[in-house]
């Protein structure tokens, strides 16, 4: 299946190729083609080279992973975005069309930029089963959920802990989403056993909250030197032998006394210090170290979904006592790991910042901290590095070649978004031909990239136009065109 995207002067298309010998329901190419399904991405079909050519209109939307790399999902973008997602379903349902045909990779879910309601692309022929899909699909939102926000963090885990159960269905997903709260608490728990998490408790103001979080399972394989088998099974024969020959001197008779009415304490003795001493000898050989053979063991660990934190407890608590203290107490069922007492904390750090200013976006705040708190914790240093010669503190502009017109931008942080959508981009721009998301800049090691989001008038470099989401490298001294608002990229 290849995807590309291609624009006109009024439109923009995702395109998907598929073989013409792909089974397909001509019912359904047919329905979509003259009726728009709410939720449905807009679709027409083209012939080439023995192929079919998917054209879905996508103007006005981004795709989740982009609208989900800035701001995290809240609780109530969680949850409408999941209703919407069902409604979907149901209204492909309803017009019977095959499930399984619907695509719910995050790839291919375009949201409006205004509404943030999801729309769904219907490939018919595509036969991947909708259950495994909605299950990958909750997995991936289990990394992009506000881990501040204690209510999305409880509601994604109980929609993804639903799916992993056999036999579920969609609406099953619907009640889950419709619990009371009273409920929630009650049952939260019980799904740690179904998919081997953790659960941890901040202890906040003397109350116990319990906030699950679900851990990826990784399996490590290692090799280890082992005794085989037979040294445990000569181990054992040994001591039955011992045994054997303590008891063969009492009914033999050595042991007593020549008219075998008296028991002889020294031959006794002399009995079982021999018998220890072959005992020693025999066990010190099957034990040797020559006799271990080497095996492959599988490790099974819980690492994090969301970041990695170094393991530096000795800095943290040099710098904020109060954790070393105690102050909030984090326990787990089994045993908490430094970076999991790390990234707790940070999350504790989050929700008192959210409470103490509800007007804050508690979030971006914290997010920024722990970028700033993992550079400068344990900085690594590269030897014979070519941008060794760039300043820390280098910041990244578009500078304006029409100050008069339109001022230069500057890049605080990556990535770094540019539209005309004030609430949802780092940096607004006023412009007509500008788009709601029209850019986004990132920063690769010592490398810097500009993908075009899907905009309407494109993103140039150097005078070539990038195709929707091409993400092109930039150099200090490239021209760089947001429709016709032209700027040179520096590092100043």
Known sequence: MEVEFRKDLKHNYMIIAVEEDMQTEEYSIRLLQQQVLAGLLPIRLSYLDHQSLHYYEITGKQSLPNMLERFPLSYDKLKSFMEHLLAILELAYEHLLAEDDLILS??????????NAPNLCYLSGYHINSKEQMNHLLEYLLNKVDYSDREAVLLVYR??????????TFTHLQEAMHKKQGEEKQEKTSYLSDIHSKEFTVEKNSTME?????????????????????????????????????ILGFTTGILYDPYGDQLKYSKLVGLVLVVLCVEAYLLRKIWSKDNQVDKIVTKREYIDPRQEYPEEEKMLQTEDPSFAKGKNTISDSSVLTKREQILWQSLEQGERRSVDDESAEPLVTSRKELMSYEEDANPTCILNNPEASINKNTQAILKSLEEESYSSISIKEFPFFIGK??????????????????????????????????STNGTYVNETI???YEKQEIKPGDKIALANLRFEFALI
């Open 421 to 454: 959508l004030r609430k949802n981009v780092d940096y607004y721009i006023d412009k007509s031909v500008v788009s709601r998301y029209h850019a986004k800049l990132t920063k690769e090691n010592e490398s810097f990239y500009i993908t075009d989001l899907n």
């Open 466 to 468: 990038l195709r929707t």
């Open 210 to 246: 319990q906030i699950p979080v679900v851990l990826e399972e990784q399996l490590e394989e290692r090799e280890v030197r082992i005794y085989p088998f037979t040294t445990y099974l000569l181990t054992g024969i040994c001591a039955i032998a011992g045994i054997l020959l303590l």
């Open 159 to 168: 929609l993804y802990a639903v799916s992993r159960e056999e036999g579920f």
């Open 106 to 115: 995050p790839e291919y879910i375009f949201l409006d930029v205004v509404t």
